[in-house]
C-alpha cells in the first residue's frame, strides 16, 4: 500500500533531552498496522538505521520520507509537535 503522508513535522524538544530512531521510509519494509489518516501516521517494525539525540531548545524538521521513532528518554518528556501540511 503507498501511503502519502500530508505533513512535515517540526518537534521541538523542552525536556533535558530527547532521542529519536531514524530510517528511510522507502527503506521500511515491515508495516506495523495501516496508515492513520486523522493522525497522519504510519508505524513500522523496522530497525532504526541510526539514532540521534536533540537537547532542550534543539528541534528536528522531519519530512514524510523520514521515519522516526520519537520519545525515547529516560524521564517525563516535554516536547511541542507542529505539523505544516504540504
Known sequence: MNVTIKNIDIQFCISEFEI?????????AVPKGDYNDEKDV??????PDM?????ANQFVILFPEDVHAPM???GILNKIV???EI
Do not use: H, M
Open 82 to 84: 507542529i505539523k505544516v
Open 72 to 74: 525515547i528518554t529516560d
Open 51 to 55: 539514532f540521534f539525540r536533540l537537547s
Open 20 to 28: 529519536f530512531g531514524w530510517k528511510p521510509r522507502a527503506d521500511c
Open 42 to 47: 504510519r508505524f513500522f517494525n523496522d530497525y
